[in-house]
């Protein structure tokens, strides 16, 4: 989950997304510590607020239900998409290789039951996360 008002710079609680851009940002992105292929499911947290509400107005219990983005994306290219909007050099082509480490939920009950839902679209939630952290620095 990600957007404003997240825990930048405190390590103990950011989440990757927040972590990684604020180490964009300051140019502190050791690759020996990422796995390129590494995948993570980034949830905007309207959407996951927007959502808690919908499933709470269903009359009959659907759980368990997941919900997340549904678009996973690697953190390799999480750092290019964020060195591209933060007008920052890629800091390196090379990172470790390691076994695939996958989080990514399945949203088919969900979609299911909420077909009208919208979910920000990645791109419109970084977007929004990058104004907030830049206002919150100024």
């Known amino acids: 989950i990600y957007g404003p008002y997240d825990?930048?710079?405190?390590?103990?609680r950011s989440q990757v997304l927040p972590n990684l851009m604020e180490k964009v940002i300051l140019n502190k992105i050791d690759k020996s510590l990422i796995n390129k292929n590494v995948i993570r499911d980034f949830t905007y947290a309207e959407d996951v607020v927007r959502a808690m509400i919908e499933i709470s107005k269903v009359k009959r219990n659907l759980?368990?239900?997941n919900f997340s983005y549904g678009k996973p994306i690697s953190l390799k290219d999480?750092?290019?998409?964020?060195?591209?909007?933060?007008?920052?050099?890629?800091?390196?082509?090379?990172?470790i290789e390691n076994k695939t480490d996958s989080k990514v939920l399945d949203n088919k009950k969900f979609d299911y039951f909420f077909k009208k839902f919208k979910r920000t679209s990645f791109d419109k939630g970084l977007n929004q996360t990058i104004?907030?952290?830049?206002?919150?620095k100024k």
């Open 7 to 12: 825990h930048f710079g405190k390590k103990e």
């Open 78 to 95: 999480l750092i290019k998409i964020l060195s591209k909007k933060l007008n920052k050099k890629y800091p390196f082509e090379k990172f």
């Open 131 to 136: 104004r907030w952290y830049k206002n919150e």
């Open 63 to 65: 759980s368990p239900i």
